[in-house]
């Protein structure tokens, strides 16, 4: 597990006082048992699973306990000829940093599939890829941030209930509050059905992180509370079928804006 130590105010988390949150660390720093001694030291990660499960220190160390056997059970990641050609596939891949310096891990979903995957491979490229993007920021408290590409995104072809699943999971039980933002390009009318597919598959404080705006109002007030606002908009103009009253059409069903082309 990545070691490190808490920098007071280095890292806000919706809700959460932090000075609340530094005594509780520092409480069970103290009283951690045995099995989970490696850890006392460790600031960064008993916060972060701390508030992934309200401050409450006995689900916490229950949640330690399961991420220290996934971890052994899963890492290092072996770079097998499959899992390499699942990488390679481009689905998901680190790309550089964002303005505030943090790892930003992109997610193409129109390339995933189904029909052409195994799922314990496209799980362990997942894991893989996200290690190398963490590995990479030299901070052991480090969050990322997703951008959810859905260019060329068909739900018959690449919606994949199985790995969305699975995926979420992972990323719940072990990476609790590593997401600071994800932004979702482009947003379109079927994105509503799609989130409330997504949203089961995550824990409560990732899902609180998210919330569907309907107007530039909602957008600015989304702005300054840490969620990620998601609008549903027609991706080219064509949908309007030479029909001006087509717009009205779609606003009462949630869309608020319509590109001009793809």
Not at 107 to 113: A, C, I, K, T
Not at 222 to 233: C, E, H, S, Y
Not at 241 to 251: A, G, K, M, P, R
Request: hydrophobic residues 40%; neutral net charge; charged residues 25%.
């Amino acid at each position: 597990v990545l070691t490190g130590s808490v920098v007071s105010g280095s890292r806000k988390y919706s809700g959460v006082d932090m000075t609340e949150l530094s005594k509780a660390v520092d409480e069970w720093s103290a009283s951690l048992p045995e099995d989970l001694s490696e850890f006392r030291t460790d600031h960064s990660v008993l916060e972060r699973f701390l508030v992934a499960r309200q401050l409450d220190k006995e689900q916490a160390a229950e949640m330690l306990r399961a991420h220290k056997a996934w971890r052994a059970a899963t890492l290092p990641v072996e770079l097998t000829a499959e899992v390499k050609a699942e990488i390679r596939k481009g689905k998901y891949f680190m790309s550089g940093k964002d303005r505030e310096g943090r790892p930003l891990f992109v997610v193409r979903s129109g390339l995933f599939d189904p029909k052409e995957r195994d799922l314990d491979t496209s799980v362990k490229g997942l894991v893989y890829s996200l290690e190398y993007a963490l590995s990479l920021s030299g901070d052991p408290a480090q969050k990322f941030v997703i951008l959810y590409d859905r260019t060329g995104f068909s739900i018959g072809k690449n919606l994949d209930r199985d790995f969305l699943k699975a995926a979420g999971a992972v990323l719940s039980d072990n990476y609790p509050e590593r997401l600071a933002n994800a932004y979702i390009y482009p947003c379109g009318l079927v994105l509503n059905g799609i989130w409330n597919i997504v949203k089961w598959f995550l824990d409560p404080r990732t899902r609180a992180k998210f919330e569907m705006v309907t107007s530039t109002t909602e957008a600015r007030a989304v702005l300054g509370t840490g969620k990620v606002g998601l609008a549903l908009g027609i991706e080219n103009g064509a949908a309007l079928e030479s029909n001006v009253d087509n717009v009205q059409h779609f606003f009462k069903r949630g869309v608020r804006y319509i590109t001009l082309t793809h």
